[in-house]
């Protein structure tokens, strides 16, 4: 098992360069890509489940994959809820593009020389109820974690003051719905109440630790988006 904790901090480490890459070098644009990259990564990652310790079972990208709400969050604070939608909108968009265009390719009858087909039909044929959730999960949490910290955002108390705490909140609130919608709607009929809910508070948790290590990422990413684009960040221009 400590080949996994190896791993985890590895996916860590990766998302953390990932986000900083996509923003020192590509700036916005940098981070619609790295989204729509994120969201089908966590797709298939979901996939693959793995002890981390005795009777704690997690999926894979458990700490990439949250780099997602890390970027809505950066988005948010920098350019405003509006754009922020569109980060949410590219992923979904990127869902459908890649599931649409794998059924196509597995829609082909394979040549007799063909190796990759049957696998192919055991990770992309069986997970529609999955992916199905996924979206429906990712959307509902990206919405509502783009909504909820603008809200935070503008309000008088100590949200309102400080981005490290509305940051933690509303990816908390956030993480809890996408959890919920996604456990007990993809994984209903295949695992018992009582295993998803463990899987579910699990890996609640563990997210929510993840929480505590990125902040620092989402904090550090807005100011050097403010360094770089001083004259048209909706940051500042609130508080003018």
Known sequence: MLVNWVFLGLEYLVGV????????FFDLKGMYALGAILVLYMNVAVLKAYELLPGVQLYAGVFL????????AIVTEVYGYREAQKLVAVGFFAQVVFLMGMLIALG???SSEDWAHEHMKALFLPVWRTTLFSWLAFVASGIFKARFQDFLKRTKGLFGKHLWLRDNAATKLAQLVDNVIFFYGALTGYFSL???TVFLIWTTLFEWLFDYFDTWVVVKGVGWLL?????K???REERS
């Not at 360094?227 to 004259?231: G, H, I, K, L, S």
């Open 233 to 235: 960040l909706f940051y």
């Open 108 to 110: 082909y009858i394979p």
């Open 194 to 196: 009582r295993t998803i």
């Open 17 to 24: 360069l990932l986000v900083f890459f996509a923003i020192r």
């Open 227 to 231: 360094d770089q684009n001083p004259e």
């Open 65 to 72: 994959g949250p780099f997602f709400v890390t970027l809505i």
